[in-house]
């Protein structure tokens, strides 16, 4: 409240304003994802037999962090209200490059995964920010042909791996934690910080609410959008990367087969809007947690298929719709 | 007694927007309805228009209590709004915008565009707005928006018409066929709800007044039982005798130290054109100056300073900073880089950020000196942030609130700040009052004059002649993208600017 | 928001970017025809290569000129590839009771579930990319349930009426190309020449003056997401009638292949702009493209999937190229 | 029988073996096919091989290595589309390559049911077609088809339930690693698993049966939270090899040791046959890819007369801890 305004002798506010659609409302919403999982969690205490122990709760989480290290890349691309549907296609090939330079030693293997990763964020990057292709048509030809490409790398096959670098990074942990979701937390928090506070992070949801003003205002647009897209394959690499070390085996068919539609769904469900030009990077971590939560839920309660996409269209909906935008659709 | 609303409170959070008002329209009469920014006029218009539910009080319309779900109620029995921020579709062409949901049906029950398309014409050139139809509206400057805002509006055969800001960004001219529609309105029998910030307009075209201040109603009369004075005391909650009497606007005379010796211009353009918008338009500022840019609707002072910021693309000719030719890839980055600022005349669309916090759409473009290491600096940033509220008076619930919550004016003072705050060499002004109450306005005109004072180069473009008039040194004079004619010193007079404009104009019906 | 600017003339060369961008992808489309004719001849060019492409192209028409209306509106509709797969289920479902519970039925439903889309996004505003994304789920969840897990697959009697129909050839044209025809013709007027059609575009350029122009917005979102589910449909029970089988698992994917098709077509995914006669000559170009490859033959299908996506890619950048009305093109080049 | 140079690991009796041929009739020939389809010398023609799904997994890649391996091997022409899991792709491919005039067909249907407009372009250009893998049960042989060659999954999935059965002593807990929803192969290996269950009224207690779309990531993830929530499964009976391999990937996460958890598989992949070799898994019923040699000598029979029978089914081997070092080799 500052001193002009009083002096204007505007009502004193009940509490400082807040961000968009505030209130009671943003309580709720930024709850909203929370509160979808602690339901589900409720459920499961009551009603999933050997849940509530130490092992089935780590494995949740074990098995969250690629979705979560994808979704990550993918808030910031959505927050300039951008799309990137080729993640999965950058995990198969980062994991088709791995066995390709294991022979290098694994570190150089996973260096040139990333690489790769940030070379097919770049093809994205300009094709959005220079040649001004929509992202959701650029991302996509992008998704055709990042797979393909990666299957004609390893010869469509399998290959399994032993490594016992890439062993521990994918099933290793240090003091009881899982190497992955220690990743996972350090990547998470470097996400907090760039966002809150780095000029970047500033920009980017600038650029997201709005480009022409951003532009007006000197802000380097491209730059900004190539480095979004850059980081999001980076991150796709890494989880393909980490998929790969767990799995013992790299699966370029397979890996990330339809993580893009997951991992936006975190995004969303976590209340980053698609519509660009606001991001939650807590809330996607719990939305991708969500999705993880539903899958095992439905697993572990063997329902058939049918079922169980019934009902996880049902929970996303509602998990949504408690925070939904007033605003406008 | 066409529309009555009766204590009408809005609250929003953390701030009581509407408190108790009373307001009453009648057949045939012009309420003009006044306040400082983020008074609750805005509000009060969306809560009788269905945009907004009142918390308490009621509204009764021709004797019947109403309450509008949305604006498409409210239009239906026949009340027909212009809204303070354009509500029109841009990428739709301009007759569309006129007709939309109204558009004339042939036999089959399909859209007759032929018809649809003259009768636009027809209608447009009434309002004195000379384009085609088939374009889109975003090609059209927000001047000719607003006409056809107003046409939209009116050509609905409506029994009340609420207008929020109509003049903001018109010319005097098309301000003159305002005055007549609502003149013809009025011999309707129609109530007309009339929202400005141009004070002489309530006298010209009012017959009752409202002023609102901070969400409550202070005064409600007969237009002809009040003076400027009154009002703006009113207005500010000031004694009367508080309101110093000087001039209409507050800059000093002649505006700014006048030209520095040094003559040396921060800016200047030779010869930009490009085709269909500009033709060979050279300007300079020197430092210390305030330049006006004057004309008539669409004549073409948008597009000059946004050439000059980079912005647009010119064909063929060269701006120089600080004398120094800036290359091919001249850019907003490379402009702000380079000491020049802009402020939009088109504030929604290309100068707010909508859903960030007025902090962050203040420092926006300052972020890179703010910045340390590629992180921004919280305490710099709040420091800035809290000068410029001081300095401009922000009116808002915190730093934390999102600008779109903030009314019309206040988010231009916003913009404003995110140019100042860069201290520019030079700063290019579109229309930077636009929809700025009496009290901004005056501080707005007289920090335009310091920073000239202390050397910064200004170009100022308005629609209010009397501030280029008073504010400027010299003054390029505008038409159809070209420059008729430059005023310097005393001859800068509202009667030299427009005899000037009406020449050229002769001189073109001469030649062809 | 729209990315369209205003207030700010490019006086000129409006009027040719816009119909460069009405162009842009029918240009792209003969080009690669005449390529195609050139490079394999009767083959390709052949009547009957002709009919076969058409033929193709009709299901992927029929759900893109849906797709088309949701986008322009300023949304999307990724559940149309389940519910493409689930009308054909259900048509084969009530195929046992013949011809008219067989199209009515999956008429029937679907038709709700894009009522259940709209409803979602035009009155519960929640975000169309989730909304669709969950019945997308829903929808195939039901188709799988519908025949049993894939257990029970339903197959239409030949002898129906809605075989011979579906199947039959008039004029050498078969029954989905003439029905895609129809539809795109009917679509066209709808869009261009009604009210409903220039509020679609109004509610896609700013929902917010929409509203405030006193535009039912609200409706019209709802009726274009039942539109959309409705085509979808269509084209699945004519997919089962030409096949005489309901299958749970077809059409994965569609919902991507007709955004392409729109997206080449020149529309924008921010809504406001856009033709359907792009959408058309978009969806012709990705089967086409498709045909092209299989004509190579001896491809892996490795690097068939690469060439196409490859292909996507430079059909887009041409099309952008043509029509500047990138996402971008508030920036000077 | 020949090995194919694209299997050349693979020792002499990898190839496909006939196990019975069924069917009426003394097979079908160029003459009888549909009214009779012109004569063909088999070295002079186009061939086209329209593969369903694609080449993702050992069981795709070595099917499609084998029919190109034959074809050049006999000096065939041979032109191949892939339908990436896609019906009507399927379809179309198959119309675009009578269009590019294949002469004869060799076609891996995606589904049992939904081929007919691709079968009537055939027709109508009296191009005949030899199906492979899944039986187009509604169709008519040496109508709309020559022949089928293939397993009889139904089958394969009795054998599954059978070497689990042995592997548990018919006890304890197991679950199902279903294949991808919807598809034949899920639907019958699953099927002939529980009926052999049912009919040999087996103790074992099905206590999941979950989709892990034929991968071997899902085999993993899925398997997790299986043994997450039933710590007392005993057995697994994945659908295909990946799976399978998925599992004990989990497993081996789990601590737990090779043959705590009895697992039974399909396929006969390299990798699972040495799982019998290691101790993870206790048998493995043998699907054999390798259609090339016996489709066209298929094709070779019907032009030259002598006939091709309505079903050829092949004999799949079982691999089990016995035969599995030595059979190594043949595996694919
Ligand atoms: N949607 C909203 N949410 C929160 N506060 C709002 C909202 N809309 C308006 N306000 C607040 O209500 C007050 C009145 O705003 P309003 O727009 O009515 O002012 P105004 O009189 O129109 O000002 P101006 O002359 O600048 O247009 C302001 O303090 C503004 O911040
Ligand atoms: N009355 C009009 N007749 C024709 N064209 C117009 C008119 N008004 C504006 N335009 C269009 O607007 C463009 C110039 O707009 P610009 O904003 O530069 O002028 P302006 O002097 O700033 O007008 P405004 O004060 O409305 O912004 C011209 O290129 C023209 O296409
Ligand atoms: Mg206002
Ligand atoms: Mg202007």
Known sequence: MTETASREGLPTPTRPAAPPGSGLFRRVRNHGVSLAIGVLLLFNLLFTPNFATVGNLRLQLVQVVPIAIVALGMALVVATEGIDLSVGSVMAVAAAIIPLYLGYGPWLAVAVGLVAGAVVGALNGSLVAFCGVQPIIATLGVLVAGRAAALVLADGRLVEIFDPTLQTLGNGSVLGVPVTLVILAVLATLVVVTVRWSVVGRRLVAIGGNRAAARLAGLPVRRTLLTVYVLSGVLAALAGVLNTARLGASDPSFVGLLIELSAITAVVVGGTPLSGGRIRVIGTLLGALLMQLIAATVIQHDLPDSLARMIQAGIIVVAVYVQRDRGGA | ?512 | MTTVRTGRPPVTGAGLASLARRAGAPLVLALVLVIGAVAFGEGFAGPQNIRNVALDSSYLVLIAVGMTFVVISGGIDLSVGSVFALAGVLAAVGAQWGSLPAVALPLLVCGLIGLLNGVLIGRARIAPFIVTLATLLFARGLAFAASQEGNKVYLIPGDLTLTRIGQARTLGVSTPVLVAVGVFAVALVVLNRTRFGQAVYAIGGSPESAELMGLPVARVRVSVYVLSALLAAVAGILVAAQTSSGLPTIGEGRELEAIAAVVIGGTLLSGGIGTLTGTLAGALLLKVIQNLINQVGTLSSYYQQVVSGVFLLLVVLIQTGLSRRGRVDEEVP | TKTTPGTASAGEDADQQVRSTAGSGDGCTADKYNGGVPKRDLKTITVGFAQSEKEANPFRITETESIKAEAAKRGIKLITTNAQSDLNKEIADIQSMVAQGAQALIISPLNSEGLDPALEAAQDAKVPIMTIDRLLTTKQPCVDYIGWIGSDFVEQGKRAADALIAATGDQGETAILLGASGVNVTVDRTKGFKDQLAARNSKLTVVAEQTADFTREKGRSVTEQLISANPELTAIYAENDEMALGAIAALKAAGKKPGDVKIVTIDGTKGAVQGIVDGWISGVIESNPRFGPLAFQALEDFYGGKGVPPKTIIADKEYTKDNASAELANAY
Request: charged letters at 25%; glycine letters at 12%; aromatic letters at 4%.
């Open chain 2, 1 to 512: 007694m066409t529309l009555h609303v009766e204590a009408v409170s809005k609250q929003f959070l953390g701030v009581l927007a509407l408190d108790r008002v009373d307001l009453v329209l009648r057949p045939g009469r012009v309420h003009a309805l006044v306040g400082e920014n983020g008074a609750g006029k805005s509000t009060l218009i969306k809560v009788m228009t269905g945009v907004h539910r009142p918390d308490r009080g009621r509204i009764t319309y021709r004797g019947e209590v109403v309450g509008f779900g949305a604006p498409r109620d409210a239009q239906a029995v026949g009340i027909s709004t212009i809204y303070q921020e354009l509500n029109l579709v841009a990428a739709m062409s301009v007759a569309r915008n006129l007709f939309l949901g109204r558009e004339p049906l042939n036999r089959l029950r399909l859209i007759d565009f032929a018809a649809m398309h003259r009768e636009a014409q027809a209608v447009l050139s009434r309002y004195g707005v000379a384009v085609d139809v088939r374009r889109p509206l975003g090609e059209f400057s927000t001047g000719v928006q607003q006409m056809v805002a107003i046409a939209r509006a009116v050509s609905t055969r409506a029994r009340v018409v609420i207008m929020d800001e109509p003049t903001s960004s018109l010319e005097p001219r098309e301000v003159d066929r305002l005055a007549q529609v609502i003149d013809l309105l009025r011999a309707d029998e129609v109530a007309v709800l009339f929202v400005t910030h141009k004070l002489d307009e309530v006298f010209r075209l009012g017959q009752d007044v409202t002023v609102l201040r901070d969400g409550r109603r202070v005064f409600s009369g007969e237009v002809a039982d009040t003076d400027r004075l009154r009002l703006v005391a009113t207005m500010l909650g000031r004694p009367v005798d508080d309101v110093s009497a000087h001039g209409l606007t507050s800059f000093g005379d002649g505006g700014g130290a006048g030209p520095g010796d040094d003559g040396v211009a921060v800016l200047r353009a030779d010869d930009l054109s490009r085709r269909g918008a500009l033709s060979h338009v050279s300007v300079d500022v020197r430092p210390g100056e305030v330049v006006g840019l004057a004309g008539l609707l669409g004549s073409g002072r948008s597009e000059t300073v946004r050439a000059l910021f980079g912005a647009e693309p010119v064909d063929s000719g060269t701006i120089l900073v600080g004398g120094e030719p800036t290359g091919r890839r001249w850019s907003p980055a490379r402009a702000i880089a380079g000491g020049v600022g802009l402020v939009s005349e088109d504030r929604k669309v290309e100068g707010i950020v909508g859903d960030l916090s007025v902090r962050d759409n203040l420092v926006l473009a300052a972020l890179p000196r703010l910045a340390r290491g590629g992180f921004v600096s919280r305490r710099r940033c709040d420091a800035l942030v809290d000068t410029f509220v001081r300095r401009l008076r922000i009116k808002m619930t915190g730093p934390d609130q999102p600008v779109r919550e903030l009314s019309g004016g206040n988010q231009q003072k916003v913009l404003l700040a995110r140019m100042l705050c860069l201290n520019p060499k030079v700063l290019l002004l579109d229309e930077p009052t636009r929809g700025i109450d009496v009290g901004a306005k005056a501080e707005i005109q007289a920090l335009i004059d310091e920073l000239a004072g202390a050397g910064l180069g200004v170009v100022l473009i308005s629609s209010e002649l009397e501030e280029l008039v008073e504010g400027a040194t010299r003054v390029f004079v505008l038409r159809d993208g070209a420059v008729v004619g430059s005023l310097g010193g005393d001859a800068i007079s509202e009667h030299r600017i427009m005899t000037t404009i009406a020449a050229a104009a002769r001189e073109e019906a001469a030649s062809d």
